[in-house]
């Protein structure tokens, strides 16, 4: 653990729907903090000033109420005459699961150091949330030692259910298409070969081409897709990011003991208080859990008896692997915990 007001900045490492934009939310309440939304996102290559305030929470989206719009705190780096943030790359947008930085590396690593630098300087602590860096989390903490990587961690069932029905509901591919396009663009790394083969993944029948295109392509493959698939998609994606993760993290935020536990949500804000010496207040997180099993026969399109066997592979692949104990919880065991409770909650899933 670090001491005390050791870190320069927190990287908040979460995954889509895993409910890291209300924990982010909280560290942005904070006087202290510049908080920058998903630093990795495309949105970021065009984006100009005269946009950012119409880029707020929409009703169907279950993200809190912001009191100022999500990018706002990327104002100071776009010039009034050009658009996109400064040193931004449309290629960070995609997540890498190599086992060493990729060529580019330098770059992200640049422009995210600009953006940590000249926020520290104004005498604030930086807090990035990231959706597209699990994969590259062990990149990240090597080049970003001084801060503190914290992980947002969902058991994966809640997670995959929050996408599903917002594509099931509102024809929203988006979330169901990502891991898609996460396993496809990094199928021929060895450690995702093996995790789609684990959970029996079948990819688009599309070539992988420019990033751009395979994800049009993933986006059009999920508009008829099975649910099965689907989850098993989504599951290996949640797997490559827990094995990526749990070794590197200095704090993993069990967001479904956050909304149960008041003793949790208080330790929680502890922790980050010892090493960040900010204190966030986490006692307003809602259940997820309830809200999740109270909203189980919502799930259409998928059957959870047919996914049941699925999680114990995916246990047993993961106890196989080293990188399951993270410093100061027992990662391996939270993992368990976290593949249990999503087959207790699928199992209530019915096709129709």
Known sequence: MREKGQAGGIFLHAGW????????????????VTAFYEPLHPILADLRADD??????????????????????????????????????????????????????STLQAYLKSLHDQTRKQGKIPVFKFCRS???LPWLKDAFPEVMHAVVLRNPASQFAS??????????????????????????EPIVKEVIEVCGVRLPPAPVTSIDEYAAACEQFVRTIDGDNAYR?????WMLSAIRSADEADLLVDVDRLGQSPEYASALRAQVRGQVAITPDFSAARDL??????????????????????????????????????????????????????????EQWRYY
């Open 134 to 136: 699990l994969g590259r």
């Open 17 to 32: 729907r895993s409910a890291g934009t209300w924990v982010w939310s909280r560290f942005r309440a904070l006087q202290t």
């Open 289 to 346: 859990v309830a809200q999740m099993k109270g909203n189980a026969s919502l799930m259409k399109g998928i059957d959870g008896r047919s996914i049941k066997s699925i999680h114990a592979s995916a246990l047993g692949f993961m106890v196989s692997k080293r990188g399951v104990s993270g410093p100061g919880t027992d990662g391996a065991e939270l993992i368990k915990e976290k593949l249990v409770l999503a087959r207790e909650l699928s």
């Open 163 to 188: 996408g599903w029905l917002l594509h099931q509901q509102w024809s929203n591919p988006f979330f169901v298409a990502a891991p898609f396009r996460i396993l496809g663009l990094n199928q021929n």
């Open 52 to 105: 950012i305030p119409a880029l707020e929470p929409t009703w169907t989206s279950g993200h809190p109420k912001l009191t100022a719009p999500y990018f706002t705190e990327y104002r100071p780096f776009i010039r009034d005459d050009l658009h996109g943030v400064a040193g931004y790359r449309k290629s960070f947008s995609a997540d890498r699961f190599g086992p060493v930085a990729d060529a580019g590396f």
């Open 233 to 237: 998609a989504f599951l290996a994606v």
